[in-house]
């Protein structure tokens, strides 16, 4: 944008007005033990999504296990990743109401929303680890393994989730559920 401005001689004089913006410094990326396992098992899903594409459009005879590996993975990598969400404090939620509210209210439905969470997180592992323990006859239908090998991945994906649901929380109590000052405080 060009403008000009007079001297005191009378000449005008341009002069480029320019918008200074100032870069937000890249957070540092630290991998905890559930990225790592959450990335793993992403790309050995990949890579047997890949397996049963290429066997079954390329050398038209699909192998069997990949489709029922690939699903069983899907489930993994689900709960894994549910479990970096809630340590990354980044799962979807409606904040206009709380934003809306008065300080002391929207401390009580923060408060409110982490007890609700803890406690649905409690029920999912409760469910997890029983249907993990009923499973223990089953079969998968390829492979001769048990299905509680599939059902104890989703398991250990929920104790992660419990794991970090309780960090949240325990975050929550020490700031008094007021909201963060900073949202990279969020981020681990």
């Not at 206009?96 to 592992?125: G, H, K, N, S, Y």
Request: proline content about 3%; hydrophobic content about 55%; glycine content about 6%.
């Amino acid at each position: 944008m060009n403008s000009q401005t007079t001297k005191g001689n009378g000449q005008a004089e341009p002069y480029v007005v320019a918008i200074h913006l100032e870069e937000e410094a890249e957070p540092e990326i630290r991998f905890r033990i559930d990225d790592v396992i959450a990335f793993t098992l992403f790309w050995i899903l990949g890579s047997v999504t890949f397996l049963q594409f290429f066997s079954r459009y390329v050398l038209n005879d699909s192998i069997a296990w990949t489709e029922e590996i690939g699903r069983y993975l899907l489930m993994w990598v689900t709960f894994f990743g549910a479990a970096i969400v809630f340590r990354r404090r980044t799962h979807i939620a409606v904040e206009v109401l709380v934003e809306m509210l008065p300080p002391r209210a929207a401390r009580v439905l923060r408060f409110a929303a982490d007890v609700i969470t803890l406690l649905f997180v409690c029920l999912l592992v409760w469910f997890a680890w029983n249907l993990t323990q009923r499973m223990g006859i089953q079969r998968m239908t390829v492979i001769d393994v048990s299905m509680s090998v599939v059902y104890g991945g989703i398991f250990v994906g929920c104790l992660l989730m419990l794991w970090r649901a309780s960090e949240a929380f325990l975050t929550n109590a020490r700031r008094g559920w007021a909201a963060p000052d900073n949202t990279n405080q969020l981020i681990d």
